[in-house]
């Protein structure tokens, strides 16, 4: 069901800062601290927040477009629901990592389909039976670009 202008803005609003409070979860989360004689960081949790920052970021974006609610976790299918115009902006201000690893180039894109279920997986990594991959510094900048982005449409 569509909604006003003032309740998107301010539903997309409680999105961005819910989004902006899984980042700063996610950064601290990541941190390597050394604990007696080790090193130690909470990757998995730091995973699972990127993820739902980037998530209820992407859906700030689209309820402020929309003026509608998204549901969903699978990160390109709620990418691929945004407007060209935010889809473009997104894409190309966050720089795709390039591993000597990859024998092709890799897109945005096939960063964005390797990661999409990363809530899903990251918060039952102990269910997996499959070994799990992210690449934080990529959900890291998406995060923050995704942010970015909904800030300037909500301004």
């Not at 990418?79 to 990859?102: D, G």
């Not at 900048?141 to 301004?155: F, P, Y």
Request: glycine share 2%; charged share 25%.
């Amino acid at each position: 069901m569509p909604m006003t202008q003032e309740e998107a803005t301010e539903l997309a609003n409680r999105f961005l800062t819910s989004s902006k409070q899984f980042l700063v979860a996610a950064t601290r989360a990541e941190r390597m601290e050394v604990v007696d004689v080790s090193f130690e960081h909470s990757t998995i949790p730091a995973i699972a927040c990127y993820a739902f920052a980037i998530e209820l970021g992407l859906k700030a974006i689209y309820i402020t477009e929309k003026k509608r609610k998204i549901r969903g976790h699978e990160l390109d299918c709620l990418f691929c629901k945004l407007s060209s115009r935010s889809k473009e902006v997104i894409e190309s201000a966050v720089t795709i990592p390039a591993y000597p690893r990859y024998s092709t180039l890799r897109t945005f894109m096939d960063f964005l389909e390797d990661h999409s279920k990363a809530f899903e997986n990251w918060r039952y990594a102990c269910e997996s039976e499959n070994d799990l991959a992210a690449d934080s510094t990529f959900l890291h900048a998406l995060a923050k670009q995704v942010q970015r982005t909904a800030s300037d449409l909500l301004s």
